[in-house]
């Protein structure tokens, strides 16, 4: 603390986000990465970027990323008006907050979701209401009628891993014509439908991508918002009174040329997806209670066990996996999809935990 902090840094409460260790070859399971490379046309596009001195790296991005946006517009038979493109979808996310979800009254978003909304929420003075899920953990829509600043929820959600189908989305926004409903499909690829074919029959659907996830970007930091265009526009002069550029040459490049490789990405996702649901039946076996998971990661509990007690032991093994001190989820595990390999070494710690 000190007395040159302004107000609002007094009353933050910073998201803490999970543990990057700094050892040779952890199991890390505790952020919900990638588990296999990106194409490698991304990394020839890197390559090609810099050229053989760098030399474009002396000329500032394209403000506007317009040649990237163009191609994932195509990508979701969108206009390039109609995207929006940022360093990773939490800086969208940011910008959101700030752009379509600041009015008089509170923005709704589930008890049990992903963390940084309310940060964002204090970071911006948005007023908010939690929306309790209900004992399966899952989002119940009617809840989202009452009278509201705005909504927002993954889809799947996060940490739960519990996807609604596109029917109910579309009856969230069908019924909240005055408010901005934020669809976060950062796990979407992953086994969900995705809100974006609602866009041309909704102004006031805006729905938020990630290439951290499915397309193994997150080292790269780039995020998209797919929505009507007066509400991308929203988003652009918030963006263009704060930072120009938010994403770099080779953030560009690369993204971009993930768009590009369909065969790719299809084959990575579809491995994760097999490795979750083998993952499920092997944690099942061991006596976990296991949500189940449209998403690259489970969450899962365990009767016999306290969770950080379990979380702790594996982390003495450099096997890292996500635990949460929070009402009603403090004794489950969210456990991120690895290679097969990975999730074998976390079966065989468990069993010797739990077994
Ligand atoms: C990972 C995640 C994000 C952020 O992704 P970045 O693009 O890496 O910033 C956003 N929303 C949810 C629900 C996530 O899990």
Redesign the pocket.
């Known amino acids: 603390m000190s007395r040159y902090w302004s107000d609002i840094v007094h009353r933050l409460t910073p998201y803490v986000p999970g543990e990057q260790p700094a050892l040779a070859h952890p199991v890390k399971l505790n952020t ?1 990465e990638n588990p296999y490379p990106p194409s490698p046309a991304v990394v020839s596009a890197i390559r090609n970027e810099l050229g053989e001195h760098a030399e474009s790296l002396r000329r500032y991005p394209d403000p506007t990323a317009r040649a990237l946006r163009e191609t994932v517009a195509a990508h979701h038979h969108l206009n390039a008006d109609q995207v929006f493109a940022g360093n ?6 940011a910008t959101v907050f700030q752009a379509l979800l600041k009015h008089d009254k509170p923005i709704l978003f589930p008890d049990i ?2 963390s ?1 909304y309310p940060t964002y929420a204090r970071l911006y003075d948005v007023a908010y209401r939690t929306i309790a899920l209900d004992d399966a953990f899952k989002i119940r829509i009617d809840d989202y009628t009452q009278s509201n600043g705005g909504i927002l929820f ?1 889809n799947p959600n ?1 940490p739960t891993g519990h996807a609604l189908p596109l029917s109910d989305i579309k009856r969230v926004v069908a019924s909240n014509p005055d408010s901005v409903v934020v669809v ?1 499909e ?2 979407v690829d992953f086994g969900a439908q995705s809100a974006i074919s609602l866009i041309g029959q909704y102004p006031n659907l805006l729905v ?1 991508h ?4 499915s397309r193994s970007l ?1 080292g790269m ?3 998209f918002a797919f929505g009507d265009a007066a509400l991308i526009d929203a988003l652009n002069r918030v963006k263009d009174s704060f930072n120009s550029y938010p994403l770099d040459r080779l953030a560009q490049a690369a993204a971009t040329a993930a768009y590009m490789d369909d065969a790719w990405f299809g084959d990575c996702t579809e491995k994760v997806i097999a490795s979750r649901e083998r993952l499920t039946a092997q944690l099942t076996a061991l006596g976990f209670d296991v949500v189940p998971s449209s998403a690259n990661f489970l969450f899962a509990r365990h009767a016999g066990y306290d969770a950080a007690t379990l979380a702790a032991r594996l982390k003495e093994k450099e096997i890292f996996v996500r635990h949460f001190k929070a009402p009603r989820i403090d004794q489950h595990l969210r456990i991120s999809i690895g290679t097969d390999a990975e999730c074998d070494t976390l079966v065989n710690a468990l069993k010797e935990i739990v077994g």
């Open positions: 919900n990773g979808s939490d800086e969208v996310l979701t992903y940084f993954p996060a976060d950062a796990y938020v990630t290439t951290s996830k997150a930091r780039v995020g």
